[in-house]
């Protein structure tokens, strides 16, 4: 890396960073307003709250990340233009392209790191903050552990319930093996069923059987419709079964193919899944965009335009993503094209432009 190419560069990252921290201190504010009456009604200590915002982190950044790209693209190269470095490197022969590779350079690298927190940081992350809120603040009771991608749950009277597989709409639950035990700890009564059904206000099993020890022997028989409230109702599986942000692509692309099985319609986390993949190259395609309008004021002096017009494509892009999220989800589009929808027009609106620029050159 060159000299001159270096100084683009870090002056690029150095703008990114601060604009980055800026966007998450007053999306921060913001957010400790909206909560702060249920932190002050839950009594919730300074170290709680700190440490709630502090795993909050990366799935605020996730959103922050394309906007920071897009502003330090403006405000980078609009530095330069201020005082008149473009000139001087276009008097010495460099030329815009060369100019843009630094820049275009750093955001690959952020659209890199923003898929790494997606995929290893933010799942971990939003799952920590979501447990210091509902049980370290909120003091809802853990009643589920997570092993071997299934869980395991207390049940009423002293009863253990492992689930391999909740619904998206948490209103069944597959491959139920219910165990009551007696205060000595030792098996009461095992159940063993295909679901367990919210019916009519309650949890029955569906497709069972119950084993009862007497003695040296074992009673078997149908557990059919009985009632086992495992949880109050299906809004209280909202700590246990995990969102999308919470999974990363290896686990959300087997929940998919577990909901398949299960024959239910897996668009709304299929959409999900690929927006993992697409998502992330949002920040390349912000700098790709931005950067020749950035230049444009060398030429025309069109600073103001050049902002105006870049600000009004990033909500284009939200606008796009949100779009193509709606139709995807209810099945008028194919999930992996909902997903790329925003990529896709941007892409070809980013090398219009660049090409456009070129040949104006």
């Given at each position: ?140 009771q853990q009643k589920v552990v997570f092993q071997q991608r299934r ?46 059904v919210w019916e009519n206000g309650a949890w029955r099993l569906k ?141 070809g609106a980013s090398g219009y432009v660049l090409r456009r620029m070129?040949?104006?050159?």
């Amino acid at each position: 890396m060159t000299i001159l190419n270096r100084y683009i560069f870090m002056e690029f990252i150095r703008v990114f960073l601060v604009t980055l921290a800026g966007l998450l201190v007053v999306y921060l504010c913001v957010d400790f307003l909206q909560k702060a009456d249920d932190f002050i009604r839950y009594k919730a200590g300074i170290a709680q709250v700190g440490a709630y915002f502090l795993y909050n982190l990366p799935s605020i950044a996730t959103p922050s990340i394309p906007i920071a790209a897009l502003m330090a693209t403006l405000l980078s190269l609009g530095n330069l233009s201020r005082y008149n470095e473009i000139i001087a490197m276009r008097a010495g022969g460099v030329s815009i392209g060369r100019i843009m590779v630094p820049v275009l350079a750093g955001g690959l690298i952020i659209s890199v790191f923003g898929f790494v927190n997606n995929e290893l940081i933010m799942p971990v992350y939003a799952a920590r903050a979501n447990f210091i809120r509902n049980v370290e603040i909120e003091k809802k009771q853990q009643k589920v552990v997570f092993q071997q991608r299934r869980l395991w749950l207390r049940g009423p009277d002293n009863s253990i319930a492992n689930i391999d597989f909740i619904s998206p709409d948490r209103d069944l639950m597959l491959g139920v093996n219910i165990f009551k035990l007696n205060p000595d700890f030792t098996l009461r009564q095992r159940i063993q069923a295909d679901s367990l059904v919210w019916e009519n206000g309650a949890w029955r099993l569906k497709g069972s059987r119950k084993f009862t020890p007497s003695g040296d022997a074992v009673i078997a028989g149908s557990a059919d419709g009985e009632i086992f409230n495992v949880v109050e109702s299906p809004g209280d599986l909202g700590m246990i079964v995990k969102r999308s942000e919470e999974m990363n692509f290896g686990e959300l692309w087997s929940y998919v193919s577990r909901l398949r099985t299960a024959g239910y319609k897996a668009a709304r986390y299929e959409v999900d899944l690929y927006g993992k993949l697409a998502f992330p190259l949002s920040s390349l395609l912000m700098v790709m965009i931005a950067a020749p309008l950035s230049l444009q004021r060398v030429r025309s002096g069109g600073a103001g335009k050049g902002i105006a017009l870049a600000m009004l494509i990033a909500f284009a892009y939200w606008a796009l993503t949100s779009v193509g999220t709606a139709l995807g989800r209810s099945g008028a589009l194919a999930p992996i094209p909902a997903a790329w929808l925003a990529n896709i027009l941007f892409a070809g609106a980013s090398g219009y432009v660049l090409r456009r620029m070129h040949q104006e050159i």
